[in-house]
């Protein structure tokens, strides 16, 4: 299973972004897909996830500002980010969960500064 993030880039505090992860290969069943996040200097850090049966959960740093979404039929999870600000900067990664086992893409780099 391979999964490729897109939608990082630099944005200025208060912006919004929205990024994508798809996944490809032999997949049957992804339960969890999800997006975490590594600052500079700090551990990777859950940011949001979602099951296929639609539940959610969030970070309480982002709640209320970021949503997570699923299109089970593409394989696909988004991340719609708003009221961004400049702690949100990160390495932001997709990790899907299939069988037990966790799939992690390479990431995609998030930067708010003004």
């Known amino acids: 299973v391979q999964l490729v993030e897109s939608g990082g880039g630099l944005v200025q505090p208060g912006g919004s972004l929205r990024l994508s992860c798809a996944a490809s290969?032999?997949?049957?069943?992804?339960?969890?897909m999800g997006w975490y996040r590594q600052a500079p200097g700090r551990q990777r850090e859950l940011v949001a996830v979602?099951?296929?049966?639609?539940?959610?959960n969030y970070a309480d740093s982002v709640k209320g500002r970021f949503t997570i979404s699923r299109d089970n039929a593409k394989n696909t999870v988004y991340l719609q980010m708003n009221s961004l600000k400049p702690e949100d900067t990160a390495v932001y990664y997709c990790?899907?969960?299939?069988?037990?086992?966790?799939?992690w893409g390479k990431g995609t780099l998030v930067t708010v500064s003004s």
């Open positions: 979602a099951t296929n049966d639609g539940s959610t």
């Open positions: 990790k899907a969960n299939m069988w037990s086992v966790d799939y």
């Open positions: 290969g032999t997949i049957w069943g992804i339960h969890v």
